[in-house]
């Protein structure tokens, strides 16, 4: 089962769709971020977790944030746009204001050609709908930058250890060609060493907010 946290944001269904068109037997359950608990979390046992878009800030993310600290260590998650946003800061970094605003405008993204990016065109066009970006001065030591755009922006990291990727673009998005792949990527890599169950918020240093 993937658990899908949604930060109240209309592309929360995109993603859903996605899933779909990527196998139609996918069990997604959504749960708004501020209607479920870590320990109903655990309980649902889930496989795999996405951390949805959303209009906020990470600090304003519900249980965003504490879902990535608890369950990062072994269960595979995947934030997209806040969602990524939320893994910087969850770990230590900084989410600042983007240099430029991007809302439905598309980018070239440069990638490492691993995770989640395996098979993708190298550079591939994506969507971007964001004010904010995680700091490129104050990426958190845990994750790496994997993609950017011809810029420099961040657009990619991936959790040095954990089974953890985020993207700040949309790969749900029509406009994003190979974003369905990246998806897939997601939903058909194996991830060793990963279970469905979470570790202790103590043992992951679980707290209350961002």
Known sequence: MILLIDNYDSFTFNIVQRFGEIDPTLDVQVVRNDQITLDQIRAMAPEKIVISPGPCTPREAGISCDVIRTFGPSVPILGV???????????????????????????????????????????????????LVIDPDHVPADLQVVSKT?????????????????VQFHPESFLT????????????????????????????????TC
């Open 177 to 208: 060609m190979e974003g369905i792949r990246l998806l897939a990527n997601f939903v058909e890599r194996p991830w060793p060493g990963t279970q469905a169950t979470a570790v202790s918020p103590q043992t992951a240093g679980a707290t209350s």
């Open 81 to 131: 746009c806040l969602g990524h946003q939320c893994m910087g800061e969850a770990l230590g970094g900084l989410v600042v204001r983007a240099p430029r605003i991007m809302h439905g405008k598309t980018s070239m993204i440069y990638h490492d050609g691993a995770g989640v990016y395996r098979g993708l065109s190298n550079p591939f066009e994506a969507t971007r709908y964001h004010s």
């Open 150 to 166: 011809a810029e420099g922006e961040i657009m990619g990291v991936r959790h040095r250890s954990w089974p953890m990727e985020g």
